[in-house]
């Protein structure tokens, strides 16, 4: 089999890749180790910035997200027993994000690449990139114990953090960066109405914790935890009751509760591996980068890096230029630096760490204090969560 990209992976990276390309008549082939079912299992963040909306639109896949998405104009930061709304359209010129949980637009973009008849490949073993420094790159894997070869122009590893696009490229050649939190977050998602029309962030001296949705009815909540626990330690009894203690006194009188039907525990960090093009390998989304979710940078980012290569593939194909993938990278990684930078500096806000002492806490309130009195600080907040330009 021949196609021009070979897109492994079917996240929202790939996917949205794919669409972009049907679009541009750039046809790719999408592979991905896992079944459909399976990756619609998996429950992410939700807060879609301005870019990505657009790039959903310019998908073709936006049509639900516009219906069924809740734009949201501002969100809480809850600390010292008060909450303090950060006004994002009043802040940064009228722009906001759109809740839209990242399971459904996932399924948005599933859906319309068999509306559109593109090839996927799902349950495909031993995936493997090959020659993507020489001239003729391939991708091989095993279907119902066939091996298979697809010859292609370029491969895009849209793999995820654990994929086998990045791990491909000899050791000399890539450089990591990372930072491992000394925590995890719990989450919940249970059909209850969310205890307030936006999200809140809250800095609490037990733990950080945040309060999310997924519609009007649907909630999805978080506790900062310590890396040991277990899901099953927690009840739904105990992690409401724990929500509670940690909100507002206004908020957790108006906690609605209900069973859950979801609970985990992730890990946090910060991870990015430079750089994001080797030969014809192109690195894309969690294949190079991770974030911890404060301030749901994860998926954004994603979007991004598939807008610079998209660019630059459309470049490519249509103008026989390379230069839009020859900057691909640099471009990439300056924009994910400020959203690694960004999510850093929000998530050592509003955490406890373990050697939180009575300094650091006096900073992280000096630091939410400035934010309440200074449109400057509010305003480099609200600029960086709605998304910096691309
Ligand atoms: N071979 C083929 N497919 C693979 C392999 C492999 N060896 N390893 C992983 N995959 C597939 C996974 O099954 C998954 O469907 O690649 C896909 C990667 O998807 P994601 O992990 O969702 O990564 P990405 O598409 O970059 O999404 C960006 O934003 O908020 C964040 O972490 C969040 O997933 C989110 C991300
Ligand atoms: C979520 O809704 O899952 C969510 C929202 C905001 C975040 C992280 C996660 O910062």
């Known amino acids: 089999m ?9 996240g929202p990276s790939g996917l949205l890749l794919g669409q972009l390309l049907a679009k541009a ?3 790719a082939v999408i592979l991905d180790r896992a079944g459909k079912d399976y990756i619609l299992g998996r429950v992410r963040a939700g807060v879609l910035e301005n870019g990505t909306v657009g790039l959903m639109d310019e998908a073709g896949a936006g049509a639900r997200m516009h219906v069924e998405g809740l734009p949201h104009g501002g969100f809480s930061l809850a600390f010292d027993g008060r909450d303090h709304r950060i006004d994002l359209a009043d802040l940064t010129g009228g722009k906001g994000v759109m809740v839209y949980g990242q399971t459904e637009l996932t399924r948005d973009l599933m859906q319309q690449r068999e509306v559109i008849g593109a ?5 495909a073993a031993n995936v493997r990139p090959h020659d993507f420094d020489g001239r003729s790159p391939y991708v091989t894997y095993e279907a119902e114990g066939v091996s298979h070869h697809i010859d292609c122009d370029f491969i895009a590893g849209c793999d995820g953090f654990h994929g ?5 490229v000899p050791e000399k050649s890539i450089t990591i960066f990372e930072k491992v939190y000394p925590f995890g977050w719990l989450g919940l998602l249970a059909d209850v109405p969310p205890v307030n029309h936006e999200l809140i962030y809250a800095n609490h001296p037990g733990g950080f914790a945040l309060c999310s949705m997924r519609s009007e009815s649907r909630s999805r909540y978080y506790l900062q935890c310590a890396l040991d626990e277990r899901g099953e330690d927690w009840s739904d009894d105990r992690f409401w009751d724990e929500l509670r203690r940690r909100l507002p006194a206004h908020h957790a009188e108006a906690l609605v509760t209900g069973p859950s039907f979801e609970k985990s525990i992730a890990p946090l960090r910060s991870f990015v591996a430079e750089p994001m093009r080797f030969g014809k390998l192109f690195l894309v989304g969690d294949a190079a980068h991770i974030v911890p979710p404060t301030g749901a940078k994860g998926l954004n980012l994603a979007a991004s890096d598939v807008h610079y ?3 630059g593939l459309r470049e490519y194909y249509q103008e026989r230029s390379s230069a839009g993938i020859d900057a691909y990278s640099a471009r990439a990684l300056s924009r994910v630096w400020k959203a690694v930078r960004f999510s850093w500096w929000m998530t050592t806000m509003l955490h406890r760490f373990p050697d939180t002492g009575a300094f650091d806490q006096k900073i992280q309130e000096a630091e939410l204090d400035y934010l309440t009195h200074s449109r400057a600080a509010a305003t480099v907040l609200a600029e960086n969560y709605v998304g910096l330009a691309y």
Do not use: C, N
């Open 309 to 311: 290569l998209y660019a």
């Open 25 to 27: 008549g750039i046809e």
């Open 2 to 10: 021949r196609t021009q990209v070979v897109i492994i992976g079917s």
């Open 119 to 123: 090839k996927t490949i799902y349950d």
């Open 164 to 168: 086998v696009s990045r791990k491909a």
